[in-house]
């Protein structure tokens, strides 16, 4: 009865923590903006107007009650750009994300689980990983064959599956030498049972954990390339590529850069901050 009681408690003790339900706020903010982009938006974030260029934004004297966080250099409502580059940066954070994480845990799992041959080619291919630098390799496909999201989001999800891997197959190793995996053995499973039915499932909660963490790098990576131009291609109102655009502009209207840059960062601090509550919130359960 009481080990019942601890098991449930830690998980509690997880979600007390501020930063965890400050993280989670601020991602299920960016996933309603994300999702109702189209819907919420108070202008065409595409429609270009030089008349209204650079209005400043509500804290500012002067400024349009239309356009409450003022216009980019090219009369673009900046609300709008903001919203919609919030879509297209949880749009690449998660695609990218599900396609590291189908390669790093079929890969991870299979070296953990198997060991030997297999296990030693797993170790090989995540060092080769470790070994080449993601951003250049990554500015050099993209420089090499053009910009387009299917590409930038296919570059980022073959160069960030190490982590997944590297938790995958070390969870694995621990998973497959406990009972309930030999008892499965014993009643006739087969490999692609045991692993899908009583392995991947024991292991889910510390993905989640790497998941979150893969989410914010992918929007930061996405942010830098969209920065060098090698990104998300124009007029797609990716942050990185609206701080890059307003880089010129930053002495004589500062919020043009300031904006997309503090929106970036309240985002990956919430993932993190949400990753780092999971973390906890497993980690103490599994100390239980």
């Not at 070390?170 to 998973?175: I, K, L, P």
């Not at 954990?209 to 998300?232: D, H, K, P, R």
């Not at 209207?253 to 960062?265: Q, T």
């Amino acid at each position: 009865m009481s080990t019942a009681v601890s098991i449930n408690a830690g998980p509690r003790r997880g979600w007390k923590s501020a930063g965890t339900w400050i993280g989670a706020v601020i991602v299920g903010l960016a996933l309603f903006c994300a999702i109702f982009a189209p819907l919420i938006v108070p202008h065409d974030p595409f429609a270009q107007d030089l008349n209204r260029r650079l209005l400043v934004p509500f804290w500012m004297e002067g400024y349009n009650p239309e356009f409450l966080l003022g216009t980019d250099q090219l009369g673009r409502d900046y609300l709008s750009r903001l919203i919609w580059g919030c879509r297209i940066s949880m749009l690449i954070g998660v695609t990218v994300t599900i396609v590291s994480g189908l390669i790093g845990i079929t890969i991870g799992v299979l070296g953990g689980f198997f060991g030997g041959r297999i296990d030693d080619a797993v170790l090989f291919a995540i060092t080769t990983r470790l070994s080449i630098p993601v951003v250049l390799v990554a500015l050099a496909v993209v420089g090499l064959l053009g910009t387009s999201m299917t590409l930038l989001v296919l570059t980022l999800g073959l160069l960030l599956w190490d982590r997944f891997a590297v938790v995958a197959r070390s969870t694995s190793m621990q998973v497959r030498n406990l009972d309930f995996v030999a008892a499965a053995w014993c009643a006739g499973c087969s490999r692609f049972r045991v692993l899908s039915r009583e392995v991947l499932p024991n292991i889910a909660s510390h993905l989640v954990v790497v998941a979150t963490l893969e989410i914010a790098l992918a929007i930061l990576l996405e942010a830098t390339l969209s920065f060098l131009g090698l990104g998300v291609p124009p007029p797609l109102p990716s942050w990185g590529l609206m701080i890059a655009e307003a880089k010129d502009y930053m002495f004589f209207s500062p919020w043009v850069i300031v904006i997309p840059g503090v929106a970036l960062f309240v985002l990956v601090l919430g993932i993190n901050l949400l990753g780092d509550g999971l973390r906890d919130a497993f980690a103490t359960r599994s100390r239980t």
